[in-house]
């Protein structure tokens, strides 16, 4: 186990083992059984079978190895959905080195604060994506170790050069972290989540065995596969565990996955609400067959009855699915009804997933009543990297994961989530940390105090509305939005809407009243 890494206790380990819950397999094994079937294909439309995926991964790894890169080491990830990334992954788990998956968004920031957390051996990169030059941005970083760019590498390592005669390497032990995830930072930057190949694998088979997952489906990946939901739950990895078949598309609009879910006939995707709500009004006037779609995934956020029911007329069956990358996946059973899928959030996968709802002592409420949800099992991590002082608030002293999500169980064990106890803002998926952007603000000149809260929106769910108190010349939105950008924060933490106020109302014990201004912003 990586040093600053918390360890399942050897008493729970050993019962995931017995059960058959930890395989003892790696992640590298995904590509091992299934040979010449097809395993990828491009927004484009070729194609690289299993035996393809195992021979080029065998072949970076061994090029990493001659750069450098060592079992045990990080390597931070900042690759958009691509061939390349996929290699990448895989070559990774195959030496033992553990990625740390980028959001396609980050920026300096962002990527600034995982490079001082994790010590990197190396920093991938793409040369360009939508329009933005990730060479620039690793000048700026410190300490992002080897810069290998997939494209133009200009002064740094070609991703291309690093393909090589595969080397004998030893494999890496299932119980080492095989890759790292990133926490929705709902308190301040985000967390880094170690998941060990036992438990991933777990995890991303669990799910595929719910979705009813074969060798004969597709799943296109339409979110950034750095997410845990379109990488394992069940997502591309899932996928590949089943003998399938990923798809790749350049963007999520209609405009571009609708072509490609005619061409290749694909069965199985996932989608947060909103842009469930887009596919839906699409697919009424889209000249494409969209008919083979067997199962469409909603997660991210709760999909209200009517979401699902315009999902479920125009695209194909829903699976609600909630989960988080520390672990827990609750996801809709295959025998689920038109009420169960549309007003609950699935069920946990395992027998092993162990539950508690508390109310704010800690004590577990009556049932069917909401609480804050804890969780521990199989597949959900004990602790956060090197975040002690953090750990020891966000795990009980008996190793239950405090989510935030406030939940209640219902009599047929299903999770209906009913809000959150952390204050973070679920934009179409993407978790913003109102005290992060609260900071950035606070960074501004002419911002004297601010306050960051939740406004509802019919597309994404959540938007964000920024309240500030400013001195005498107050900043524009689109100031506020450069002066964030000029800051390296991703633009999806930049503020939907912006209120200057003379003050922030405050609660009788003095904090900012929060639900005032959530109230004032609706």
Request: glycine residues 10%; charged residues 20%.
């Amino acid at each position: 186990m990586i040093p600053g890494c918390v360890p399942w206790p050897e008493e729970s380990a050993r019962r995931y083992r017995e059960l058959g819950l930890w395989t003892g397999r790696t992640l590298a094994s995904l590509l091992h059984a299934h040979d010449g079937r097809t395993a990828l294909v491009t927004a484009t439309g070729e194609r690289r079978t299993y035996r393809d995926l195992a021979g080029r991964a065998a072949r970076l790894a061994t090029g990493l190895h001659h750069l450098g890169v060592r079992p045990g080491e990080r390597v931070i990830v900042h690759l958009p959905n691509s061939p390349e990334l996929i290699d990448t992954l895989f070559a990774l788990f195959t030496l033992g080195a553990a990625p740390v998956l980028a959001l396609p968004p980050h920026r300096h920031d962002e990527i600034g604060h995982l490079a001082a957390r994790t010590e990197p051996a190396a920093y991938v990169i793409p040369d360009h994506h939508q329009g933005f030059d990730h060479r620039e941005l690793a000048r700026r970083i410190h300490g992002p170790g080897q810069v290998i760019v997939a494209g133009q590498p200009e002064e740094f390592t070609p991703l291309d050069a690093l393909y090589t005669e595969p080397a004998d390497l030893k494999p890496p032990d299932p119980g080492d972290v095989a890759l790292f995830l990133l926490s929705g930072g709902t308190t301040g930057r985000a967390k880094l989540i170690p998941r060990t190949h036992d438990d991933y694998l777990c995890n991303l088979r669990l799910s595929a065995a719910n979705a009813q997952l074969t060798e004969d489906d597709v799943y296109l990946a339409a979110l950034p596969i750095a997410h845990n939901y379109a990488l394992g739950s069940p997502g591309v990895l899932g996928t590949l565990h089943a003998g399938g078949a990923v798809v790749l598309t350049p963007t999520p609009s209609p405009d571009d996955a609708f072509p490609i879910i005619e061409r290749e006939r694909v069965t199985v995707t996932g989608l947060v609400p909103s842009l469930g709500l887009l596919w839906a009004e699409a697919a009424a006037w889209t000249p494409h067959r969209l008919d083979s779609l067997r199962l469409v995934q909603l997660g991210g956020a709760a999909a209200g009855p009517e979401l699902v029911a315009d999902v479920e007329a125009r695209l194909g069956r829903v699976q609600q699915s909630f989960g988080m990358a520390e672990g827990l996946l609750s996801q809709s059973p295959p025998d689920d009804g038109p009420e169960l899928r549309a007003g609950a959030q699935g069920r946990p996968l395992s027998e092993q997933d162990e539950i508690r709802v508390v109310d704010e002592s800690g004590a577990e409420v009556p049932a069917g009543q909401a609480g804050e949800l804890l969780v521990r099992g199989p597949y959900t991590i004990r602790g956060y990297f090197r975040a002690d002082d953090h750990n020891a608030r966000a795990f009980t002293p008996d190793g239950f994961f405090r989510t935030g999500d406030l939940a209640r169980v219902t009599p047929s064990g299903h999770l209906v989530i009913c809000g959150r106890v952390k204050d973070v803002i679920n934009r179409g998926g993407d978790k913003v940390p109102a005290d992060e952007v609260e900071e950035h603000l606070l960074a501004h000149p002419h911002v004297r105090a601010a306050a960051v809260v939740a406004v509802p929106d019919h597309y994404l769910g959540e938007r964000s509305c920024a309240y500030i108190v400013a001195g005498d010349e107050p900043p524009t939105l689109p100031a506020i939005g450069a002066f964030m950008r000029e800051r390296g924060a991703a633009a999806y933490k930049i503020p939907d809407r912006m209120v200057v106020v003379p003050s922030l109302p405050l609660t009788p014990v003095g904090k900012v009243d929060k639900a005032r201004l959530r109230g004032e912003a609706s």
